[in-house]
C-alpha cells in the first residue's frame, strides 16, 4: 500500500512538473512577441543609415577602383601580343622569271626590314627553280608573305607557329639563379686566404659562369626566333616541276617501295664508303705490289732442285756420305779364370 502511495504521489509531481514547464514555454514566448512587437517601431530608425552608408560607399568606390588598378597592374600580361611566338612559313610561287622574282623577293625582306640568310638556285633541264629564306621582323611576317604571293601564281603555302613563352620565363629565372651564384662565388674568391681555397673557387667560378653563357645564348637564340620569323620562299618558272611530298599508303606495295629506296640509299652509301677509300687503296697497294714482285723474282732467280728417285737416301743427292774416323775398341781385361794354363806352360805349347 505504501508502496502504491509512493508511485502514486511520484507520477503527481512529474505531472505537475511538466504543466509548469509547459505554462513557463507558453509564458516565455508571448514575452518573446511582445517585445519583439514592441521593438518593431525602432528598426525604421536605421532608415536613415543608408544615406550615411551610400556616402561612405561612394567615397570608398575609388579607393576600391584603384586597388583593382594597381592588382591588374602587377598581375602579369600574357596576352597574345605579350606573348614569345615563333613564325615559321612556306610558300611555293610560280613565276615567269625566276631571276627577277628572287631580286623581287629580296626587296621585299629588305624593306620590312629583313635580310635573306639562305638562297638556293638550280638550272637544268629546260627549268630553272631557286629557294630563297628569308628572315623579317613578326610584326612583318602576315604583310610579306601576302606580298610574296604577289609574285606570281601561288601553289602552296604553309605557316606554323610555337609558342616559346614558357621556356622564356624559364631560362629567364634560371639565368637570375645562375648569375646570383656566380656573384656569390666571386664574392667568395675575393675573400679567399688560402691557396687551396683559391684554386677551388676559381674551378667553381669558372664553371658557374660556362653554365650562365650557355643559358644566356640559349635566351639569345630564342629572342632571334621571336625576333625574327623565317619564311621559305620556293620560286618555280613555268616549265619547273613542283616537288610535292605524298605519304603513300601503308600496305605491301608501299613497304616494298620503302625497302626498294632504302636498298638505294644503302648501296649509295656504300659507293660513296668505296670513293673515299679508292685513294688510300691505290696509295697503300703501288709498295704492296713493289714488295710482292721482288719477292717472286727472287725466288725465280733459285735452283730448282730434282726429284729424288724412289729407294735412294736422301744424303745421295747431295754428294757421297760423310766419312767418320774409327772408333777405337775398347780394351779386353786378361783372363783370371783358374782353367787357364800357367804362361809357361802356353809358351812351351806354342
Avoid at 615559321?88 to 610561287?93: E, H, Q, S
Avoid at 617501295?257 to 696509295?283: D, E, F, K
Avoid at 779364370?337 to 805349347?349: N, T
Amino acid at each position: 500500500m505504501h508502496a502504491r502511495r509512493r508511485i502514486t504521489a511520484a507520477l503527481g509531481a512529474a505531472g505537475l512538473a511538466v504543466t509548469l514547464a509547459l505554462a513557463g514555454c507558453s509564458g516565455d514566448s508571448s514575452d518573446t512577441n511582445a517585445s519583439s512587437a514592441g521593438s518593431a517601431p525602432d528598426l525604421g530608425a536605421p532608415a536613415e543609415a543608408p544615406a550615411g552608408g551610400a556616402a561612405d560607399t561612394a567615397e570608398r568606390a575609388p579607393q576600391a577602383a584603384e586597388g583593382g588598378k594597381d592588382q591588374a597592374a602587377e598581375a602579369p600580361d600574357l596576352r597574345v601580343d605579350q606573348r614569345s611566338i615563333v613564325y615559321t612559313g612556306a610558300i611555293t610561287v610560280r613565276v615567269e622569271d625566276v631571276n627577277i622574282a628572287a631580286a623581287r623577293a629580296a626587296g621585299i625582306a629588305t624593306g620590312a626590314g629583313g635580310f635573306i640568310s639562305g638562297d638556293k638556285r638550280n638550272s637544268g633541264s629546260g627549268s630553272q627553280d631557286a629557294t630563297l629564306e628569308l628572315r623579317v621582323p613578326a610584326a612583318k611576317f602576315t604583310p610579306v608573305v601576302d606580298q610574296l604571293a604577289g609574285l606570281g601564281k601561288e601553289e602552296q603555302r604553309g605557316i606554323n607557329t610555337e609558342d616559346v613563352t614558357e621556356q622564356t620565363i624559364d631560362l629567364d629565372a634560371r639565368i637570375a639563379t645562375q648569375q646570383a651564384r656566380v656573384d656569390s662565388g666571386r664574392k667568395l674568391l675575393a675573400q679567399a686566404k688560402s691557396l687551396n681555397d683559391l684554386v677551388m673557387l676559381e674551378r667553381e667560378v669558372a664553371t658557374r659562369e660556362a653554365d650562365l653563357a650557355s643559358l644566356q645564348a640559349k635566351k639569345r637564340r630564342l629572342a632571334d626566333l621571336t625576333a625574327l620569323s623565317t619564311i621559305t620562299v620556293v620560286l618555280l618558272d613555268p616549265d619547273a616541276v613542283a616537288v610535292e611530298e605524298e605519304e603513300g599508303a601503308p600496305g605491301f606495295l608501299a613497304g616494298l617501295q620503302n625497302g626498294w629506296n632504302g636498298l638505294l640509299a644503302s648501296l649509295g652509301v656504300v659507293l660513296t664508303v668505296l670513293g673515299w677509300l679508292l685513294p688510300w687503296l691505290i696509295v697503300l697497294a703501288l709498295p704492296a705490289w713493289g714488295i710482292l714482285w721482288l719477292y717472286r723474282r727472287n725466288r725465280a732467280r733459285r735452283p730448282a732442285l730434282t726429284p729424288r728417285p724412289q729407294g735412294m737416301p736422301a744424303y745421295a743427292m747431295a754428294g757421297p756420305p760423310p766419312t767418320y774416323p774409327p772408333r777405337p775398341q775398347p780394351q779386353q781385361p786378361p783372363s783370371t779364370s783358374k782353367d787357364a794354363p800357367p804362361e809357361g806352360e802356353q809358351k812351351s805349347g806354342e
